[in-house]
């Protein structure tokens, strides 16, 4: 995958999770391990919600997820997105979203999602997935959201 002026893009996975090398964790390496096969540069960083986050200028793909717990996208990614300048930074970006959840009944969709979309501004969403614990371990799941993000990559006018 390359950039309008053939250089590799370069991808960033922000995330955030309670647990250390725990589902979303697993995910998101598979999700690199995908974006890396398809000739991108990958880099993945764990959100606080007093990061500063000017170095997401440099990147042309943003990845974004996080677990929800009790109800709410997981604190760190949240908290910056409405404290830090994370959301400035992502002003325009290409970005996929993901969401893990216990429960991926369409009821999830409406609640989840949202909660990142309502905080991004002028965003390109590439993909977006809710995702259960069974998708989360399941290297197919993170391969279909990978082809998904190339192709709408490749079918996106670039900056
Ligand atoms: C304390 C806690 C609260 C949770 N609350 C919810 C919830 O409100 N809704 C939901 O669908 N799943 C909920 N879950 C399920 C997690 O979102 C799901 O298991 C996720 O894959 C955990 O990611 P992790 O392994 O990176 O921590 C909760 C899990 C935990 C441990």
């Known amino acids: 995958m390359t950039t309008s002026d053939t250089r590799p893009m370069k991808a960033i996975i922000l995330y955030d999770s309670m647990s250390v090398g725990g589902s979303t964790e697993r995910f998101i390496d598979a999700v690199g391990l995908e974006l890396a096969k398809a000739g991108a540069y990958v880099e993945k960083a764990r959100c606080r919600q007093n990061g500063d986050y000017s170095f997401v200028a440099e990147f042309d793909l943003v990845v974004l997820g996080a677990p929800i717990y009790y109800l709410l996208v997981s604190s760190q990614l949240l908290g910056a997105l409405s404290k830090s300048n994370l959301k400035q930074n992502l002003k325009g970006k290409m970005v ?64």
């Open 96 to 159: 996929a979203l993901f969401v893990a959840c216990g429960s991926p009944e369409p009821m999830a969709q409406l609640l989840y999602l949202p909660q990142l979309k309502m905080n991004l501004e002028n965003p390109v969403i590439l993909a977006e997935r809710v995702l259960s614990p069974d998708q989360l371990n399941d290297p197919a799941a993170a391969a279909g959201f990978v082809d998904e993000i190339v192709a709408s990559y490749q079918k996106s006018p670039k900056p």
